[in-house]
């Protein structure tokens, strides 16, 4: 249980008021919802402010006023859906509880408003890298259906592929890859390089995924492929069982 959950019981407790329990859970779940802040952010701004004054919450959160009408508008708690789906994909628990069918409604509600499925956030990831990078299988499918860019970079000029492949995601390599290919653009998939001169191959032979790497063979992806530091994905991997799948 979290601080906030303690002080708005004991709130509700003191006053036996269940209005002032609700605008307190109001107040936290719109300030995680619209800012996407770490738990212990939200909980020392709700310690400081007055249980009434959504504003002074947002304003101790450096949201400014049109953020603040924006966020508690008609509709307050769908503003902002990429935003919500992008939360919907990373490693935060109480966001990723979000079930499927939710998180379809959702995405097809950001679509029908016109915002971009392939949207990024500050560290310049899309939905789609980080429903790889973390394993949502469902919803990496959902979003290449809804028309999210495989080919996609992030920062460090990777494809949500190089995130799969890193973190030893199977199911979504294959559904990335699939997507490519009806497409026409699995070849080009398999051979883009980030930053780093690195192709996905190279990533998941240096996490060992056996999986992931006879998949990637299996698709095209070349074993003489060499990064910026000159090493194949062979150079790349300790393990001695992959490594010999991994021998040019």
Excluded: Q, W
């Excluded at 959702?106 to 915002?115: D, M, S, W």
């Amino acid at each position: 249980m979290s601080r906030v959950d303690r002080d708005v019981g004991a709130v509700a407790a003191a006053e036996d008021d269940s209005d002032a329990l609700e605008r307190l859970r109001a107040i936290r779940r719109a300030v995680r919802e619209a800012l996407g802040r770490e738990d212990d952010a939200v909980d020392d701004a709700v310690d400081d402010a007055n249980d009434e004054d959504y504003a002074t919450v947002f304003k101790d959160l450096a949201l400014d006023d049109d953020g603040v009408a924006e966020t508690f508008g008609d509709d307050a708690d769908d503003a902002a859906c990429m935003a919500r789906v992008r939360r919907a994909c990373d490693a935060d628990e109480d966001a990723a509880a979000m079930d499927d069918d939710e998180f379809d409604r959702l995405l097809a509600r950001a679509a029908a408003e016109g915002e971009d499925v392939n949207a990024k956030n500050a560290d310049g990831d899309d939905a789609l890298h980080l429903a790889a990078l973390y394993g949502r299988v469902n919803r990496a499918r959902a979003l290449l259906a809804r028309g999210a860019d495989a080919l996609g970079r992030d920062e460090n000029g990777g494809s949500a592929l190089h995130d799969a492949s890193a973190s030893g995601h199977v199911e979504i390599v294959r559904a990335l890859c699939e997507s490519a290919s009806a497409s026409g653009k699995l070849k080009e998939l398999i051979s883009m390089v980030d930053d780093d001169g690195e192709t996905p191959l190279h990533l998941a032979a240096r996490g060992e995924h056996r999986d992931v790497v006879e998949y990637l063979l299996e698709s095209g992806a070349t074993k003489d492929a060499r990064s910026l530091a000159g090493e194949t994905p062979h150079d790349a991997c300790e393990d001695a069982d992959v490594r010999a799948l991994l021998e040019i």
